[in-house]
């Protein structure tokens, strides 16, 4: 980042800022990513990093973003702002991602991802201001090679579910009507990120309260799927991936019985598992209520409906699966 940044919620009340920073590597000429480390400058806030690719011909609107909110970066739930939620959820343009837990990663010497010369690299930050509001300068760093041609593309296919966690019996309160938990996460995060709740469903399914929530996605296209990670926030008790969830050639991927938020780097898939159109992949995702009665981030917070929201103390459930196409 080209100075420090000191994150504030953007709306009252508010204990989160998701904030992008547009950032330019130099790229003089095409070339391919081959590692990558992202380096919280003030690990005690940052509750998340994603790099998004900004390609020569999306950079325009990048910079117009990033002129148009005053001060450093813009404001980015849910996606960069430059591309809308969900339109690419099987090519997300992800470079990389750090979450508790990660480190520099480094790809195979078969991989690569596509940096095409004048290219920029959007880095998302979530701030978790439940943690403070002191300053940060966090920072990515790439490994860079030159693109002969040899190396695979590596795509990221992004697997998200619905979270549909009540409030437990005896627990009463306004934000324990679903309706109003939605509405609260539109307040605190825009129309777009709180539509995402019910547009969940438009994708996986219709509404079920429950614990435990299932997505089942078509494959569109044939790869190999070389890793595999999940994401879920305090809430989380276990997440796994599978590949043709209930058929004769099912197979689990990404098997989580015992979530840990502080541990939520990729895992290599070995062997690699190759998937065509007419397979499936689905992620599913169990969370606890009884955490917020153990959890220092959820006191003096009410019982709530859990939907899919941006906030440390809200709830995600999402695959991201890593794989290479022919």
Not at 91 to 99: E, M
Not at 136 to 144: F, G, H, N, T
Not at 250 to 275: A, G, H
Not at 299 to 312: D, Q
């Amino acid at each position: 980042m080209p100075a420090a940044y000191t994150p504030k919620a953007p709306t009252t009340p508010g204990t989160d800022d998701y904030r992008c920073f547009l950032l330019d590597p130099k790229v003089t000429r095409d070339a391919v990513i081959t590692g990558m480390d992202v380096v919280p400058g003030n690990p005690h806030i940052v509750h998340h990093v994603i790099l998004f690719r900004v390609p020569p011909d999306k950079v325009a609107r990048a910079q117009q973003e990033d002129q148009r909110v005053p001060g450093q970066g813009w404001t980015c739930f849910g996606g960069s702002g430059v591309e809308g939620q969900g339109a690419s959820l099987d090519q997300a343009p992800w470079l990389g991602a750090w979450a508790p837990g990660g480190g520099e990663s480094l790809l195979a010497p078969d991989l690569g991802m596509p940096m095409a010369a004048g290219s920029r690299i959007i880095m998302q930050v979530h701030y978790n201001l439940l943690a403070g509001h002191a300053p940060d300068r966090s920072a990515a760093r790439i490994r860079l090679a030159a693109d002969n041609g040899t190396r695979k593309t590596l795509d990221t296919v992004l697997l998200p579910g619905p979270v549909e966690l009540p409030c437990r019996p005896g627990k009463s309160g306004p934000l324990c009507d679903r309706d109003v938990a939605v509405l609260d996460v539109a307040h605190r995060f825009g129309g777009e990120a709180g539509a995402v709740a019910n547009a969940l469903h438009l994708l996986c399914g219709p509404i079920h309260a429950s614990a435990t929530q299932t997505c089942t996605r078509p494959v569109l296209e044939a790869g190999t799927i070389r890793a595999v990670a999940g994401h879920m926030h305090l809430l989380g008790r276990s997440i796994k991936v599978t590949v043709n969830k209930g058929r004769a050639d099912e197979r689990t991927i990404l098997s989580l019985p015992v979530w840990d938020f502080d541990n939520q780097s990729s895992r290599p898939v070995k062997p690699e598992v190759r998937v065509r159109p007419g397979d499936t992949l689905s992620v599913t995702c169990t969370h606890d209520q009884s955490l917020r009665d153990r959890l220092p981030a959820f006191s003096g917070l009410p019982e709530r409906y859990v939907v899919w929201g941006e906030g440390t103390t809200d709830e995600m459930c999402l695959g991201i699966v890593l794989l290479t196409r022919p």
